[in-house]
């Protein structure tokens, strides 16, 4: 069974940092890898969605990027702000109704 | 573009009553999913469906029951609420590219 696990579990950072969050998976016969924010008592957003035969996608301010034959994906954040504050979570998907979580890495931007 | 649409946002239940949380879809997605997130749990998936007419049970269906009549609806019914279903409901749907839209959730008190 697929199992994704992500490093660190929570982080405080200043405002204006640069960072980075990682992200790390079992089977590397994944279909896509997608990143997602959820804010407290709210949804799911994706942020960026990194398909097989890609190695990295870029929106904004996120940077993510994947390297399936070591199982390792990282999310870069330039310049944070307070309202990057959210619990950020990896999700790989194997196939059609196969998603697997990662167990989320907490951020905290400090204004 | 609504994307992923659930409602209500918030009910509260006493034990043994019954309720249907709905969610629609307007992006003509075929793949589309029901997952319940514990407090500081991932998200598990209750069922899931590939298309109209089709549905199958994901890890934890016990106590609940969907229907997908049109490629927009997949209504999720729980018919004897049980305080163990205490949780928050996500619906999501699969894009033709392999990423997930997630609408906003349903918090479910069951007392």
């Known amino acids: 069974k697929q199992e994704v696990t992500q490093i660190p579990a929570a982080l405080s950072v200043p405002e204006g940092e640069n960072l980075v969050l990682n992200c790390s998976f079992t089977?590397?016969?994944?279909?896509?890898l997608q990143w997602f924010r959820q804010d407290p008592g709210k949804g799911l957003t994706s942020l960026l969605l990194?398909?097989?035969?890609?190695r990295e996608q870029t929106s904004g301010r996120l940077n993510a990027s994947l390297d399936k034959s070591s199982g390792r994906s990282t999310l870069y954040i330039a310049a944070s702000q307070p309202g990057d504050s959210a619990t950020y979570l990896c999700?790989?998907?194997?196939?059609?109704?196969?998603?697997?979580f990662g167990t989320g890495t907490r951020l905290t931007v400090i204004p | 573009n609504a994307g992923v649409t659930q409602t209500p946002k918030f009910r509260i239940l006493k034990i043994g009553q019954s309720m249907t949380l709905q969610c629609a879809q307007d992006?003509?997605?075929?793949?589309m999913y029901w997952y319940r997130q514990d407090p500081g749990m991932g998200l598990k998936l209750i069922y899931y469906?590939?298309?109209?007419?089709?549905?199958d049970k994901g890890e934890v269906p016990n106590g609940y029951n969907v229907s997908r009549s049109t490629t927009e609806d997949f209504p999720l019914r729980l018919e004897l609420a049980a305080p163990s279903q205490t949780s928050v409901y996500f619906c999501?749907?699969?894009?033709?590219?392999?990423?997930?839209?997630f609408g906003s959730g349903t918090r479910l008190t069951v007392v």
């Open positions: 999700a790989v998907i194997t196939g059609a109704n196969n998603l697997f």
């Open positions: 089977d590397s016969a994944i279909y896509n």
């Open positions: 990194i398909q097989s035969s890609q």
């Open positions: 992006m003509n997605h075929n793949y």
């Open positions: 469906s590939v298309g109209a007419g089709i549905t």
């Open positions: 999501a749907s699969q894009g033709d590219l392999g990423d997930y839209t």
